[in-house]
């Protein structure tokens, strides 16, 4: 096994597209790191350099100590595991799953060894002379990833590796992915679009936007202390809430008022932080889950009308318009008879409140560094 590093990595595409800029990364040696964020930011552009499959533009890849850029992508001993397996269909899965070690000429009783004991650790040993095609999804993504292992490489790449698989199976699946990285602790570099595959994944998560790294952290830090609008609404569901408007000093304390007009007064924690950025055009964030049904304290209610309520089962989600006009969604346990156009009192917990910097990638208020490693 082997660290991972990308040092100012950068690729533009034929035509001029800016696929990754700048990244800088450091996967450890037995690291779990899932790369995430919406379609197009250069996830598996940046996946596909380490794998050698795409040449960069500028900057150092490092497998271990050695610098590979100039490797051949077969050299590089990393296997990948894509999205649509990319099986062979001629092949049984014991073919399928050797291929690459007959290929390299490994010694026949070590190629057997290594595939039965794949093939029992993925739960697929009754399956090994079917090809292909005789395989349900969920079985088909299991030797893909059985023929990852079985070459032992220094690190795993994962590509959307999830994608092709009903709800379901994607949730029993990631379960054993995660438990074989804590059995093998081989050196993995996953990329989903998917928060929640992330955070539950990764020992560490890097959140990309246009190309460009925009937070990494474990899946606490990017959740908690989101360095950035875009990582703050990207990570979590519902989305958190923003709320444009600005902070002022007044009545011994820090107080938000937003655009519309609805004013809350800023946990003393935060006072300080936010006194200094007074009175500039700011945006206030609350996460769904930190607004409650009822009346809060002085400076910490929103007066609403219910728009929307989405019952998920234990919890459901209610879209209120304020009375100031904004839009806001609370996720709170589930109840009985609330409906479209009932006016309802919300409590803000305005110590569990972020602040950012207008605009959709502003900067944290509240917490400082980007975490970039
Ligand atoms: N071979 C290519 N030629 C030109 N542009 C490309 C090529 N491959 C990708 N791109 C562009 O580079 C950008 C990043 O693409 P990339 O495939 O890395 O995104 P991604 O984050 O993996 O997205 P998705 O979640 O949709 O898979 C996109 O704008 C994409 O259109
Ligand atoms: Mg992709």
């Known amino acids: 096994m082997a ?34 964020g919406p379609s197009g930011c250069g996830k598996s552009t940046t996946l596909r350099m380490i794998a050698g499959l795409e040449e960069a533009d500028a900057g150092t ?23 649509n397996y990319a099986l062979y269909p001629h092949m049984t899965v014991r073919e399928n799953m050797s291929f690459a070690l007959r290929l390299r000429g490994t010694p026949k009783a070590e190629v057997e060894r290594r595939v039965r004991e794949a093939a029992r650790m993925l739960d697929i040993e009754g399956l090994l002379d079917r090809r292909p095609r005789q395989l349900s999804g969920g079985q088909r993504q299991r030797v893909a990833v059985g023929r990852a292992i079985v070459r032992e ?13 009903d709800a379901r199976l994607r949730l029993s699946t990631r379960a054993e992915l995660k438990a074989l990285h804590l059995r093998l602790r081989t ?28 937070q990494t952290g474990t899946p606490f830090e990017v959740y908690s202390e989101p360095a950035d609008r875009f990582v703050a609404g990207f990570v979590g569901t519902p989305g958190m809430n923003f709320l444009d408007g600005r902070f002022e000093a007044a ?10 007009g609805a004013r809350l007064r800023c946990a003393d924690a935060h006072a300080d932080r936010l006194a200094r950025h ?9 996460r769904p889950q930190a607004i409650s049904l009822g009346a809060g304290g002085p400076g910490a209610t929103l007066a609403a ?11 459901m989600d209610v879209v209120c318009d304020m009375d100031s006009g904004e839009a806001v969604v609370a996720r709170v346990t589930a109840r009985p008879g609330l409906a479209p156009g009932d ?31």
Request: charged fraction near 25%; avoid cysteine.
């Open 305 to 315: 009308r219910v728009r929307l309520v989405e019952l998920l089962g234990d919890v």
């Open 61 to 83: 890849i490092r497998i271990g100590t050695r610098i590979v850029n100039a490797v051949h992508p077969k050299d590089r001993d990393v296997a990948m595991v894509f999205q």
């Open 251 to 260: 009545e011994g304390g820090v107080w938000f008022t937003s655009r519309g």
């Open 153 to 165: 490489p220094q690190a795993f790449l994962f590509d959307e590796p999830l994608s092709n698989l």
């Open 3 to 36: 660290s991972v590093s990308l040092e100012s990595v950068r690729k533009v595409y034929d035509g001029g597209v800016e696929a990754v800029r700048d990244l800088t990364l450091h996967v450890r040696d037995g690291e779990f790191v899932v790369l995430v």
């Open 278 to 286: 007074a009175p500039r055009h700011a945006v206030l964030g609350v």
């Open 187 to 214: 050196t993995t570099v996953y990329v989903t679009h998917d928060q929640e595959e992330a955070m539950t994944l990764g020992d560490r998560v890097v959140v990309m936007h246009a190309g460009v790294i925009r």
């Open 343 to 373: 006016r309802a009192e919300l409590a803000v917990e305005m110590e569990r409140a972020h602040a950012f910097e207008p605009g959709e990638l502003g900067r944290s208020l509240l917490h400082g560094g980007n975490g970039a490693a």
